[in-house]
């Protein structure tokens, strides 16, 4: 007898559907000489510190921090009253009994596909103290045919130990990050702070590009445009010299001679192109152009997606390729067949931009499965995301190839200036049909070389613009390659960069938990989302803030090495131990620069620590939230010390100087609004402390 245990009740419903002949039984299915029986994702989470250690106080406090397990341990989960979760246990009494029979001599790991999945079973068989033949199951899609296929060519689960590996280092690493650093941010700051190894640069990102907003000053200039017609067509034309708003009389001038060297066709360069269409999607880049043309938050798209998946619509969709593999050719054929059956023009190409095993990690690019749903059976939401994942399926596979007219020109305006200005035309629209992107083709008037352009430059004023907020587009591209120079990556459609980015570990997050951890942002009032826009919010400064002021770096370069170190655990250059001895070298770097060495000159102190006594009142100054502020504010006591000022954390040592002499000596690492850095005195007047910039 055979036990599969699948992830989720929903996948262990269609394998038991593939199978055919199963009888539904409390917690399992059985039939054919088999059980499929199911968790509800994590059945088990990692014991907290008090589960090691014993202890009942509930009270966090710096005692037995760092700490470091010498085996991790895993428990059931738990409910939202921090008791044993009755179903989970439940159903892990199905599993175990089940996998514990005599008559049991294989069992099936049916986890998602990916490296959390492979712990997510793995774990329960560890659980369950059961030690017999494990084979792995690995779906791309839940169709039927898909499923029936992978049953009968299973792989032993061992040969899934890289993944495995890779994803036990993860949860440990996250685990070591998450409880030690949020216990001790918390008890520094006296509020809940979530720090967590790509929570904390996914805020910080955001944090930084909205500061960088709001320092923005724009400045005006005159700009020199002529937008004059040719031939019945306009041609625009836009000056690089810039000249002041102050002194127009000069840029009038230089508009005048521009226009009285007159302007002629010097080059020009036309050919037809056949244009490739955008290649298939990865969950990220799917993400994207939901989130633009729909506003549809990541949340929601990855929940869409999940639900076609698993209702046998879509391939696995926590993808972060936009390939197929070579192994894949026939199973396309039979799709594009059901494709074409729609009435769509689709014909197989085997070509490297599509079918390419260099560019595949874990998972092909999303596409359609066999299984086509009837439109009575989606809603609108639903149909927009299969429709979007189904046309660009049918862009990449389009029997009729999108044939342009390409031209460049170049125009010279007498000794001044040279043009280039660039026209497509589309001749043959092929899979331009079936592109729901906007299209901005520009016409250009019918002129060869020696022929004259009409201008007319005038001044015109325009001001400097600001860096745009994030957008759920832009924000994926950053964390897919914090490093990228996105300028360059546009002008390019060499994507090696890009994927070797990803192989190497570079990426903030992956495509599987991208979404749920910007969605803890959200939850957590870090950020928020409006329409496709992210914007930092004052919670998500203080947590920011706040690890400035505790000198805790969580920054991309923090993030991507732990990311490279997990990448080597998954290709055997290290051990999950090495990987995590990493981390609790970082961690224990903290605790020691922050708790041992409270004598130290950089000490900034912990919540409701008295630093000194109040010059004004006599009273005890203990660190706040936000301030160092007198016990006796209440009745009045006016004194108050920021934590952090324009940027720069106060020490102990500084605020007690500046309580006793009332002021400090000239200190540097302030940061100016526009971004300045910059040293002064901080004085105390009236209890407050204030800038003194001629000491």
């Not at 968790?39 to 406090?61: P, Q, R, V």
């Not at 009575?376 to 990449?396: G, I, Q």
């Not at 390659?481 to 070797?500: G, L, Q, V």
């Not at 055997?572 to 620069?593: C, P, S, W």
Request: net charge neutral; proline share 4%.
């Amino acid at each position: 007898m055979t036990v599969i245990i699948a992830e989720k009740p929903s996948l262990a419903r269609n394998i038991a559907g593939a199978i055919g002949q199963m009888t539904k039984r409390s917690g399992y299915f059985e039939g054919r000489g088999c059980f499929v029986t199911w968790a509800f994702g994590h059945l088990f989470s990692l014991c907290d510190i008090e589960d090691y250690t014993g202890s009942a106080e509930k009270k966090w406090t710096l005692e037995g921090l760092p700490y470091y397990p010498e085996t991790f341990r895993y428990r059931l989960k738990r409910d939202d009253n921090k008791q044993t979760d009755a179903g989970a246990k439940r159903q892990f009494e199905v599993i175990k009994a089940l996998i514990s029979r005599d008559d049991v001599d294989k069992i099936v790991n049916a986890g998602d596909a990916d490296r959390e999945g492979e712990i997510i079973v793995r774990q329960c068989i560890a659980e369950a103290g059961v030690d017999k033949p494990v084979k792995r199951l690995w779906l791309p899609d839940q169709t039927d045919e898909t499923i029936r296929a992978a049953l009968s060519d299973m792989q032993p689960d061992s040969a899934y130990d890289p993944l495995a590996n890779e994803g036990f280092a993860r949860t440990y690493i996250d685990w070591l990050y998450g409880v030690n650093l949020t216990r001790f941010s918390t008890l520094k700051t006296g509020a809940l702070l979530r720090v967590g190894r790509v929570i904390v640069p996914i805020v910080k990102a955001i944090y930084d590009r909205d500061l960088e907003i709001e320092r923005f000053t724009p400045e005006k200039y005159l700009a020199l445009v002529s937008s004059a017609e040719t031939d019945g067509v306009e041609v625009t034309l836009t000056s690089k010299y810039k000249f002041s708003p102050d002194n127009p009389a000069r840029a009038e001038k230089a508009a005048a001679l521009m226009n009285a060297a007159g302007a002629v066709v010097v080059d020009k360069k036309s050919k037809k192109e056949t244009l490739n269409p955008g290649k298939l999607y990865s969950l990220s880049k799917l993400q994207n152009f939901l989130g633009k043309k729909y506003k549809m938050s990541m949340d929601e798209s990855l929940a869409i997606v999940q639900k076609l998946y698993e209702a046998g619509y879509l391939t696995y969709p926590r993808t972060n390729s936009e390939y197929l593999a070579t192994a894949e050719k026939d199973k396309v054929k039979k799709i594009l067949e059901n494709v074409k059956g729609l009435g769509y023009p689709v014909v197989f190409k085997d070509k490297k931009t599509i079918f390419d095993d260099s560019k595949i990690e874990s998972h092909s690019a999303l596409t359609p499965t066999y299984k086509l749903p009837s439109p009575d059976k989606l809603t609108d939401r639903e149909k927009l995301v299969y429709s979007a994942v189904l046309r660009r399926f049918v862009m990449v596979f389009c029997a009729e190839d999108c044939v342009a007219q390409k031209t460049e020109m170049t125009v010279r305006v007498g000794k001044y200036e040279d043009f280039t200005v660039k026209g497509t035309v589309i001749l043959t629209p092929g899979w331009t049909k079936f592109d729901d992107s906007p299209r901005s083709d520009k016409l250009l008037p019918n002129v060869n070389v020696g022929d004259q352009i009409n201008i007319d430059f005038q001044p015109k004023e325009k001001e400097t613009s600001p860096p745009k907020h994030y957008t759920i587009e832009t924000l994926n591209n950053y964390l897919k390659n914090p490093f990228r120079d996105e300028k360059k990556a546009a002008e390019t459609d060499d994507d090696r960069e890009e994927y070797r980015a990803i192989f190497e570990g570079l990426e903030l997050g992956t495509e599987a938990t991208r979404t749920g951890i910007i969605d803890n942002a959200i939850k957590s009032k870090y950020i928020e989302l409006k329409k496709d826009v992210y914007r930092i919010l004052p919670g998500g400064r203080f947590l920011i803030e706040s690890l400035v002021d505790m000198q805790i770096s969580m920054d991309k370069y923090k993030t991507s090495s732990l990311g490279k170190a997990l990448k080597r655990v998954y290709r055997g250059e290290m051990t999950v131990n090495e990987a995590v001895k990493l981390a609790e070298a970082e961690i224990t770097e903290v605790f020691t620069r922050e708790v041992n060495d409270a004598a130290s000159p950089a000490y900034t102190g912990f919540y409701g620590e008295s630093v000194s006594v109040c010059p004004l009142c006599g009273g005890k100054v203990t660190r706040g939230r936000y301030r160092f502020e007198c016990e006796h504010k209440e009745s009045g006591c006016p004194l108050s010390v920021p934590i952090v000022l324009c940027g720069r954390p106060f020490t102990f040592a500084e605020v007690r100087a500046l309580l006793l002499s009332g002021a400090t000596e000239k200190l540097s690492g302030f940061v100016s609004k526009t971004g300045k850095p910059f040293s002064a005195v901080i004085r105390l007047s009236d209890g407050q402390a204030a800038f003194d910039f001629g000491s």
